[in-house]
């Protein structure tokens, strides 16, 4: 479920809202968690076991977490802290690199004549893994580090991991920057009124600019590189420029959006990255 699809727009989003602002204020963490369950079960309904997975990596984490301020040695810690995030990125290997890193074994025994082929394990991707799975870590050396504290709540530490306006493509918001907003945040018509209009002005970049800029690079992809001319391909170069552009910048607009209306201020994490003078400013300005 994308938010520019009419699914979100017109059924999904202003049932949430309805009952976000009727919930009460004890209650309204309880409407994030469930809600953004339902929105993950939506784009995953095929495999709805990766619900569970991510029910998991939030179960495993607190557990860590929780152990890493029982222990009194720092080995112990240590190895608290060791146990997470073997999970965390042992799970992210399997689904994103393992075929990848067989497929690449499977060419070096055929180039060695060993006439063995490993069978490729053809997982399909889980929507959103590489987000939570940071943002997840993140919490976890923090609290290693002592720059947070553990969660008590596994409701809050839920809500903070699968809250849907940045579940799927970010921002990634680290645990210290929504920590005390998890608590206690400001419901007011002035952040309901910025945060729809951030909304709407990220909804008319990915639906006017990134799809419409998105269908002629799609159309040039399809001609085939042998067919079409130099100013027909630059002129698609320059539109799957602006397609992932404005498709980026206007999700996360989104997203910011989003996160005003309930309350919550998350980080602007796109600046301008195409007036970088480096990749590496490019890479801090994009994400």
């Not at 002592?146 to 839920?158: N, Y």
Request: aromatic share 18%; hydrophobic share 45%.
């Amino acid at each position: 479920m994308v938010f520019s699809s009419f699914t979100f727009l017109f059924y999904f989003l202003p049932a949430f809202l309805l009952v976000y602002f009727l919930a009460p204020v004890t209650w309204k963490n309880t409407v994030i968690f469930v809600s953004s369950l339902i929105f993950y079960y939506y784009g995953v309904r095929e495999h709805p076991y990766y619900v569970l997975l991510m029910l998991l990596s939030t179960g495993v984490n607190y557990v860590a977490a929780r152990s890493m301020i029982r222990c009194r040695k720092k080995r112990e810690k240590t190895l608290c802290l060791a146990a997470g995030m073997t999970w965390n990125m042992g799970c992210l290997f399997v689904f994103k690199y393992a075929d990848f890193l067989i497929r690449n074994l499977n060419f070096l025994l055929e180039r060695a004549g060993a006439g063995i082929s490993l069978p490729c394990i053809r997982l399909v991707l889980p929507i959103g893994i590489s987000f939570y799975t940071f943002q997840i870590s993140s919490y976890l050396i923090d609290v290693y580090r002592r720059k947070v504290p553990a969660e008590r709540s596994f409701l809050t530490l839920g809500t903070y991991l699968c809250m849907f306006p940045q579940l799927i493509a970010g921002p990634i918001v680290t645990y210290s920057e929504v920590r005390i907003q998890l608590q206690k945040r400001e419901h007011s018509f002035r952040n309901l009124e910025n945060g729809l209009r951030e909304f709407t002005i990220g909804l008319a970049l990915k639906v006017l600019i990134a799809n419409r800029t998105g269908n002629l690079w799609a159309q040039v992809n399809s001609i085939g590189y042998e067919s079409i001319s130099s100013p027909l391909a630059w002129l698609g170069i320059a539109a799957y420029t602006f397609q992932i552009y404005f498709d980026f910048y206007g999700y996360s607009l989104m997203a910011r959006g989003l996160g005003l209306i309930m309350g919550f201020h998350f980080p602007d994490n796109f600046q301008n990255p195409y007036l970088s003078c480096s990749m590496t400013e490019f890479w801090r300005r994009w994400h």
